[in-house]
């Protein structure tokens, strides 16, 4: 039996400006380098469309009953590798790329208005900053209302709240793919190292 535990990273696809979408180009960095023997590295490539996250994101929590999901975009206005907190549920009025936009302009109807990822992004951003990767971290708490933002907040919602988001740098404005990789890699691991000390937290909280 696989006792391994397994981690979903994603990518976009291109969009807009960004001809060559860095966050496919990371994750794909990050599919090379890994994450150790001990876990199972899935990678997917989003369209950005509404409606295909809509019907994706359930069947891969439902298939693969992850440990962790992380969903990499890229932004134009980022210089530094930026770890968003929380997901929006209302104001998404702009057209993917088949210009189409949901009616209701949220995610999930009668959710609630923001989502907050189990995981704290502050005390992660120190830990991966002083680790020196060459890369600077920087938290988040709007991930913009268009398809990052949704894809989030979808995620967190089917997930428990076992999700992050990342958003890189378009590529050439400070790192290459290979850096971003090894960002990605740092902070995946970090992330669930973090979901680890939770669990022995609460397991030490039970047996009180």
């Known amino acids: 039996m696989d006792t391994k535990k397994t981690v979903i990273v994603t990518g976009f696809q291109p969009f807009g400006e960004h001809k060559v979408n860095a966050s496919w180009s990371a994750v ?3 599919e090379n380098l890994g994450l150790g ?29 992850p440990e962790l999901v992380v969903h990499v975009g890229v932004s134009g206005m980022a210089t530094s ?32 208005d923001c989502i ?3 995981i704290d992004m502050d005390s992660l951003c120190k830990k991966v900053n002083s680790s020196s990767q060459g890369v600077a971290f920087s938290v988040s708490k709007d991930a913009g209302r268009y398809l990052c933002d949704y894809t989030y907040y ?10 992050a988001f990342v958003h890189v740098p ?21 992330m669930l190292q973090s979901l680890e000390d939770q669990m022995d937290q609460d397991h030490c909280q039970d047996g009180h």
């Open 28 to 30: 794909q960095e990050l």
């Open 37 to 65: 023997e001990d876990i199972n590295l899935l990678v997917k490539e989003i369209p950005v469309e509404y409606k295909a996250v809509s019907k994706l994101l359930p069947s891969l929590w439902k298939q693969y009953q």
């Open 81 to 112: 590798v930026t770890l968003e907190q929380c997901g929006h549920n209302y104001g998404y009025t702009r057209p993917d790329n088949c210009h189409f936009c949901p009616n209701s302009q949220c995610c999930i109807n009668e959710g609630p």
């Open 116 to 118: 907050m990822s189990v």
């Open 154 to 163: 979808t995620s967190l919602y089917l997930g428990n709240r076992r999700c």
């Open 170 to 190: 378009p590529l050439g404005k400070r790192h290459s793919a290979e850096d971003l990789g090894r960002a990605l890699q740092a902070v995946v691991l970090e």
